[in-house]
């Protein structure tokens, strides 16, 4: 019992730490690149087009051979050739075309956006409401990931996980993204929780690539199945009136596809979601 | 009531952590600049996305 807990420990230490060595890093790009960029699913009728429409280019020497005109190993060299001229024309092709250019313009969208929540101060929403006004935070903030990680609604959850009163044990789930049937408003023991542990190590933003780098040692806080791989923890701090910052707990995501918040995603997130971050920590003040 | 902050020593390895943190700190500075009026909107929106890609490298294309 010791020894795994203690294996644990060294676990999400070295986590923390990020301490792995050259290779390990070379096989998380390696996993990064085949969990993000291979087709988890396989259509045939694409790949068939593809080969079709490169065939067809290449045929006019296989109709000559038909005729007589030319001899099987002209047509045989001509085909292949004529083949792989139209593969590197259709290269070119995707290379040249244009960019699409809506980075700046979501980045005006995030402006405007936060335009509109300092328009609306916290004061303003009615206590009633505030419940309401996290869900859609909570929601919004799904919504962007969602869109970084390139994931279908449903595979990624986003969760907003407290600490019970003062305590430093006991955390809570009470609000989670609008849509999400997981569980909420149990206490749990937090100590077997990743998160936890980010908060009390600096309370950075955290990634977890592949959750089974834990191997079991892992439990659901809700007591559910774990079905997400990779997480992504952002904690909470909140100003206090004596002008310190209280830690209130984070906010997770949690995603079914392993490395999804690799590479840029992570600093795209947490450039992209900072206003609502921020809203978020207004809201939580104000409910106290 | 919740826990009162209590930080532990950052190790310097924590290099991407760091970074995150950052990038948001700026995020956030960016946007209360352009909430107080000094840089208009299409200036806040062109240093924001210059800086979700500042540290972007080849791999991170590759991603995608």
């Not at chain 1, 024309?89 to 809506?102: F, I, Q």
């Not at chain 1, 933003?205 to 040692?217: A, D, E, I, T, W």
């Not at chain 2, 390895?13 to 000094?38: T, V």
Request: hydrophobic share 40%.
């Amino acid at each position: 019992m010791h020894g795994g807990h203690d294996k644990f420990q060294s676990q999400v230490r070295a986590w923390l730490d990020d301490d792995y060595g050259r290779l390990q890093r070379w096989q998380r790009a390696a996993a990064g690149v085949f969990y993000n960029r291979f087709p988890r699913s396989f259509r045939a009728l694409p790949i068939f087009h593809w080969f079709g429409r490169n065939a067809l280019a290449a045929s006019a020497p296989i109709v000559a051979l038909f005729y007589g005109t030319i001899g099987q190993v002209t047509a045989f060299w001509a085909a292949g050739g004529l083949f792989f001229a139209n593969v590197a024309v259709w290269v070119l092709g995707v290379l040249s075309e244009k960019k699409k250019g809506n980075g700046e313009a979501e980045a005006e969208a995030l402006v405007r956006f936060g335009d509109l929540l300092s328009a609306f101060k916290v004061g303003a929403v009615a206590k009633a409401n505030r419940d309401r006004a996290i869900g859609a935070c909570l929601g919004i903030l799904e919504i962007h990931a969602r869109r970084i990680t390139k994931t279908k609604k449903g595979e990624l959850s986003v969760s907003l996980v407290q600490y019970v009163g003062s305590s430093t044990t006991k955390m809570t789930i009470k609000y989670r993204n609008p849509g999400n049937l997981r569980s909420v408003g149990r206490e749990f023991d937090c100590s077997a929780l990743l998160g936890h542990h980010a908060c009390q190590a600096g309370a950075l933003p955290r990634v977890v690539h592949n959750l089974s780098q834990f191997g079991k040692n892992l439990t659901s806080p809700t007591q559910s199945t774990i079905d997400y791989k990779s997480m992504l923890f952002i904690p909470l701090e909140v100003a206090t009136s004596g002008g310190g910052a209280r830690l209130k707990g984070f906010v997770s995501f949690d995603c079914q596809r392993p490395y999804a918040f690799y590479g840029n995603r992570n600093r795209e997130i947490a450039v992209t979601c900072r206003p609502v971050i921020d809203h978020l920590k207004d809201l939580l003040r104000e409910n106290g | 009531m919740p826990i009162a902050l209590e930080r532990r020593p950052l190790e310097q390895k924590n290099d991407y952590a760091k970074e995150m943190k950052a990038l948001g700190d700026e995020a956030a500075e960016i946007l209360k600049l352009h909430d107080s009026g000094q840089i208009d909107g299409e200036e806040a929106a062109k240093r924001l996305y210059e800086l979700k890609n500042r540290h972007r490298t080849f791999l991170d294309r590759l991603v995608g």
